[in-house]
């Protein structure tokens, strides 16, 4: 069974200062891997997805994140905070082996200081 | 594009109650999704369905919820009877299928049982 894990259940940084979030995955094939946006009392929104073509990906609001297959890793980075980013992130894994079901990682909510 | 409408934004009731969620994905989107998300975790896939058929349904607590899609359009999701624990977040999103798909999400039902 597919898995994710997100280090950190909270993250704050400076504005201007790097973002990085972390997600680790696990799955039985080659995964199609997601990040999500949830702003407070919002639905969540597609930042990126890898979807096996390049391995770094780049996404809305310049978010950016590379699939690194032999650290099963697909972290989230951003040069420079800005307030606006303040949210929760969650990293998804789709299974193409279970009817391509989407499973979430817990989330990491990003605090931005000024 | 109009996005995924659910209905109500919110809603309280008390334990052993019953309650509805209503879900009207985007036009074409064969795929729908309803998720439960508690607070502080990431979204939990309740069931999934391809047009009006049942993909996954193995997260779903049977005994007291139940969903469908009639017409493969519009899907409601029932709780009877409500416990405590059932307090959280419904989210429902669609989309057009298959792993590379996004999900579309709505602005979620926020459920709360006293």
């Known amino acids: 069974a597919q898995s994710v894990t997100q280090l950190g259940s909270h993250v704050s940084v400076s504005e201007g200062a790097l973002v990085l979030l972390r997600c680790n995955y696990s799955?039985?094939?080659?995964?199609?891997l997601f990040w999500y946006v949830q702003y407070p009392n919002q639905g969540l929104q597609l930042l990126l997805k890898y979807t096996s073509a390049a391995t770094l990906v780049k996404g809305i609001n310049g978010f950016e994140a590379e699939f690194k297959k032999s650290e099963t890793s697909f972290h989230l980075t951003k040069p420079s905070a800005h307030m606006s980013d303040a949210a929760e992130y969650f990293c998804?894994?789709?299974?193409?082996?279970?009817?391509?079901?989407?499973?979430f990682g817990g989330g990491t909510r990003v605090l931005v200081k000024p | 594009e109009a996005g995924v409408a659910q209905s109500p934004r919110y809603k309280i009731i008390e334990k052993r109650q019953s309650v509805a969620f209503w879900c009207n994905p985007i036009s074409g989107h064969a795929t729908l999704y309803w998720y439960q998300q508690i607070l502080g975790q990431g979204p939990k896939l309740l069931i999934q369905f391809q047009n009006n058929g049942v993909v996954d349904d193995s997260q779903l607590p049977k005994d007291r919820f139940s969903a469908e899609r009639l017409k493969g359009v519009d899907s409601t999701l029932k709780i009877q009877p409500a416990k405590l624990e059932d307090s959280a977040v419904y989210l429902c999103?669609?989309?057009?299928?298959?792993?590379?798909?996004?999900?579309?999400f709505g602005n979620g039902t926020r459920l709360t049982v006293t």
């Open positions: 998804a894994v789709s299974d193409q082996a279970a009817g391509n079901k989407l499973t």
């Open positions: 799955s039985s094939v080659p995964p199609y």
């Open positions: 999103a669609s989309s057009l299928g298959g792993g590379r798909s996004p999900l579309h």
